[in-house]
């Protein structure tokens, strides 16, 4: 079975730009999960989608946006980029069951660097 | 708000040897679920372990078994007979009934052979 897929790996953008990120989740998982990775912060919680619903979102920023597709593909966007905005943005998928329950598979992740 | 606290930033451990990583959670929630997770170098997060709040019994996978002790809000992670590829960093997290997962600050294990 195919882990969990994240597109691209590695991007560099400059302030001001825009950026979307994609993955896509195990088949059979319906849930995914979006979360921001840096050296001073540490991991931090985005969204959860799942079944095409946002279920809960971290503390971020409206320019961090994201959404889910039918098939349980997720993109996440941000916009007006800014040089704090560099980080691994890694996504999870699970299984639809209690979500305290199942495991939480990630990604590689995708290396964000904003010049 | 979940709060998960992993106090060692970083351990040496000789090869074949046993180490213990330590984490602790404040939550008020009675239905969990607690995960170790490992990030080698490469950055991909690779799950390890998990222990739901009404487990008896701690939980196991080959080497990894995690000291669950509730009443302390602990959850250790031991890794036995440690391979020079543990090298890596390992994160505690949490997750209830919120839809997501908090992390601790993780500790890196060096594994020196």
């Not at chain 2, 451990?13 to 602790?24: I, N, P, R, S, Y």
């Not at chain 2, 739901?52 to 509730?70: H, I, P, V």
Request: net charge positive.
């Amino acid at each position: 079975k195919a882990g969990v897929t994240q597109t691209p790996r590695y991007l560099i953008k400059t302030r001001g730009q825009q950026v979307t990120l994609s993955c896509s989740p195990i088949s059979g998982h319906r849930s995914v999960s979006w979360y921001q990775q840096t050296p001073g912060q540490g991991l931090q919680f985005l969204f959860e989608y799942f079944s095409e619903t946002q279920r809960n979102k971290g503390n971020f920023p409206g320019r961090f946006s994201g959404r889910q597709f039918s098939n349980s593909r997720s993109e996440m966007n941000v916009s007006t980029l800014e040089l704090g905005d560099s980080a691994l943005y890694l996504c999870a998928s699970s299984l639809p069951t209690s979500f305290t329950y199942n495991e939480q598979f990630f990604g590689p992740g995708t290396r964000l660097t904003v010049l | 708000a979940q709060k998960i606290t992993q106090t060692q930033p970083g351990m040496f451990v000789q090869e074949k040897e046993a180490v213990t990583l330590d984490c602790t959670y404040d939550t008020s929630d009675q239905s969990y679920g607690l995960f170790w997770y490992k990030q080698p170098s490469s950055g991909e997060m690779i799950f390890l372990i998990y222990q739901g709040s009404y487990d008896e019994q701690n939980a196991t996978e080959g080497r990894y078994s995690l000291n669950f002790q509730k009443a302390r809000k602990s959850a250790n992670l031991v890794i036995s007979a440690s391979q020079l590829g543990d090298s890596a960093m390992y994160f505690c997290a949490f997750g209830s009934n919120d839809y997501k997962l908090s992390f601790g600050a993780g500790t890196t294990v060096t594994v020196r052979a």
